[in-house]
């Protein structure tokens, strides 16, 4: 397998204020690349704010974005056009949530409504928007010229886009999603979350874009409670190992160990 290095590259990285995003940010950082990446609120992110005086705003772009809302997702994307980017080579959503912890007898629809708006809609919609910017993949080949001529090749991915899934979204997975209990609304947004990766992977091929459902581990970060087996660094290097690592990625659910995770 031929190693992919993303260096040089233009990264999204949406939610990257804290957790798995923040180590994430800092890693593409320190291999090189240009940075854009998101928080409620930027000005009240001090890590983002100190990594930005390290490299200067040239190489990390900072900006408000709420991934729960479409309308704050296509002025986001419409700024990045407007802030002169011309190509997103990797994107990474990254931002979600994990919502409240309630019995099963005390969910309510609010409690899924925000699991989904954030971790489901919220990543599709950057994914179009993007796209509608004209920032993600290339135009899909033109038709073939004389009748029954082939159709011209897929372009070489130029876009590759990884959603940030969890195992407890895979219905079929025997070692955690099958033990584990509660949690309907966060496990029910990430299942229908690899569903639209998998849907995305399909349709966006022609217009040389990748899609790619990542699992990050049980992590110990504030949506975990504090608790998990690793911390976010080492989750982060995990996940940019595996999308360095030249192995296909189209339409696969991986964990950052690089493991398949069963749909």
């Known amino acids: 397998m031929a190693v992919r290095p993303i260096t040089g590259k233009t990264v999204v990285v949406t939610g990257g204020s804290k957790g798995i995003g923040l180590s994430l940010v800092k890693g593409f950082l320190a291999r090189d690349n240009t940075v854009i990446t998101t928080s ?10 100190q990594l930005r005086q390290q490299y200067g705003p040239a190489r990390l ?36 949530v994990y919502g409240r912890r309630p ?21 599709f919609f950057v994914v179009q928007q993007l796209i509608k910017q004209g920032l993600l993949g290339v135009p899909p080949p033109a038709a073939p010229s004389e009748p029954g001529a082939p159709p011209p090749p897929a372009p070489a991915p130029v876009s590759l886009v ?19 209990k509660g949690g309907f609304a966060y496990r029910a947004s990430k299942a229908a979350l690899n569903v639209i ?26 949506l975990s409670g504090g608790n998990g087996w690793i911390d976010a660094d080492e989750s982060a290097a995990g996940l940019i190992g595996v999308l360095e690592g030249g192995g296909p990625l189209n339409g696969r659910f991986l964990s950052y160990t690089g493991e398949e995770i069963p749909w």
């Open 61 to 96: 772009q900072l900006a408000d974005l709420d991934a729960s809302r479409a309308a704050s997702i296509a002025q986001w994307a419409a700024g990045v056009k407007a802030a002169g980017v011309k190509h997103v080579d990797v994107l990474v959503n990254n931002a979600g």
């Open 162 to 180: 990884a959603n940030i899934s969890s195992i407890v979204g895979s219905n079929t997975d025997p070692t955690v999603s099958a033990v584990s």
């Open 197 to 222: 990766s998998t849907t995305l992977a399909r349709d966006l091929a022609p217009s040389g874009v990748e899609v790619v459902a990542l699992h990050p581990g049980y992590v110990r970060t504030e």
């Open 40 to 49: 409620r609120k930027v000005s009240d992110a001090a890590a983002l704010q």
């Open 103 to 123: 019995a099963l007898e005390d969910f309510t629809e609010e409690d899924f409504l925000l699991a989904f708006h954030t971790n489901t809609l919220g990543p």
